[in-house]
């Protein structure tokens, strides 16, 4: 199987994934998360303003075969959520790493970034999977 | 008859197994005097003896059916076509525990389907679930999926005091440690108007009944700029009411409700000494994700037959363990069907002939005993409760109802609401016929100095 992968992103053994932009970072999955899930139905968004904490679930997101728990990859407070998500959670599916991202948070420690892979840890990580 | 199939010699064999040499062994941590006690019971009797017994004693009941009664106060009569319990008492469905391998029977999903098509239509909402234990639960269930909807972010629910007392409690009971604040019911004058100014940010839901508990018809126009205002907060508006009702009243879809929760008793359900009853449970699809209990589905096979599914379910229990929407993955099935043969036997046109009905006896009774000496009846708009205001407690009132008249008076008050005493809950439905309730006006009058 070949998944997609982002050298944009850093990733959690968790299979979310992390975009750094300025003071802020948008949050997903990854292409082998959402392949493993299958068809997306549902996510769980959290409300604007909530503070999420790295490795604690902060979300849930359901697919026709499961509903998992997302933990956050890093600290946080997120300022957005993916409202196209709410009508259409198959965007998860088609494009992970772009239009299916989920949140985004303003960094509370930028230094976490560095506990997370780079492309070719995870791609390496997920060969053994 | 045994009812344990094991032989002597299975049983010889695990006890070998276990190392032990007689069952008896098995009880040593019993102390010794407690270990086969003698009971001292009575010689046994004959099948026949056993009937004639019990028999004798069910005589000594006053069977609602026989006996006039004035008692409703969240569980009512009412006339119940033969085709209700024809039906519910086939053994496909009676025999039937919830489907674990869903599909497999059709039957069963198909007629929670249709129960759940009615609810929805009754209630003036887009999709019920497949109902839960009785009104109680639902109410509970509905504060639940409302923590759920604001996502555990909003720790206040309001619930005004025309709610049913016991649901109220039951609300409380289910979310213990949830570490929720409740307002809205710590004062009997609290009303709309209060439950409006308490609702804010921290509010995940207003429950309000529909005729409130104390019989009385809030005006929709009101309920409605009460939703407008509870969904201004971002919190969710929940209606618990009485089904029969709804075949007159204009529907909690139209006033803004966001959840319609209540006791599904009276539609086809006998009184049955209190239960099982069964809770319904429907609202907007908005909320869908995070509604409680099972939910019954209709698609196409594989050949493009219709057919029905357990839908959703990862909701439930079973599938999102700890973190599922409900603790609740089963329903009451065969009293949900109850209610399903009813409504349809009765269509739509029936069930407001049963309301209005419940309406003409219940305002014709209100106000010949308004008209009795020592006795006021409430002036509000009402369905087919009220309240009368009595000259002696309504405890005294009953007993002597009963003793004397053989009547079985309306609901005291006082014990729920202090502030109301002497205050009697009384309740007309179809079944009441003219004579009973001139009957009842009479002994009233005759009771006046219980």
Known sequence: ?129 | MSFIPNTDADRARMLEVIGVASPAELFHDVPKEHRFPLLDLPPALSEQEVLGELEALSQLNAQGGATPSFLGAGAYRHFIPAVVDALVSRSEFATAYTPYQPEISQGTLQAIFEYQSMIARLTGMEVSNASHYDGATSAAEAVIMSLNVAQKERPRVLLSCGVNPQYRAVVRTYTQGMGLTFGGDENLANGIDELESMCDESTACVMVQYPDFLGRIPQPGRLLELAGKVHACGALLVAVVNPIALGLLVQPGEWGADVVAGEGQSLGNHLSFGGPYLGFFAFRRDHIRRSSGRIAGETADHDGRRSYVFTLSTREQHIRREKATSNICTNQSLNALAAAVYMASLGPRGLRQVAELCWHKAHYAASAIGEVSGYSVAREQFFDEFVVHCPASVRRINEKLFQKHRIIGGYDLSADYPEMKNAMLVCCTEVNTKENIDRFVGALEDCRHA
Do not use: C
Not at chain 1, 23 to 49: H, N, R
Not at chain 1, 75 to 99: C, M, Q, W, Y
């Open chain 1, 1 to 129: 199987m070949e998944y997609r992968f982002d050298e944009t992103v850093r990733y959690a053994k968790t299979h979310e994934w992390v975009r750094v932009d300025g003071t802020e970072a948008v949050v997903g999955i990854s292409d082998y998360a959402q392949d493993k899930l299958s068809d997306v139905v549902f996510t769980d968004l959290p409300a604007v303003g909530k503070e999420i904490a790295k490795e604690k679930p902060f979300m849930v997101i359901e697919s026709v075969k499961a509903a998992e728990d997302v933990f956050a990859p890093v600290s946080g407070t997120v300022t957005a959520r993916n409202e196209k998500l709410i009508k259409s959670p198959e965007l998860v599916n088609k494009d992970p790493f772009g239009e299916g991202w989920f949140v985004r948070v303003r960094l509370g420690n930028a230094k976490e970034l560095d506990s997370l892979m780079d492309l070719a840890a995870y791609r390496k990580f997920v060969e053994t999977l």
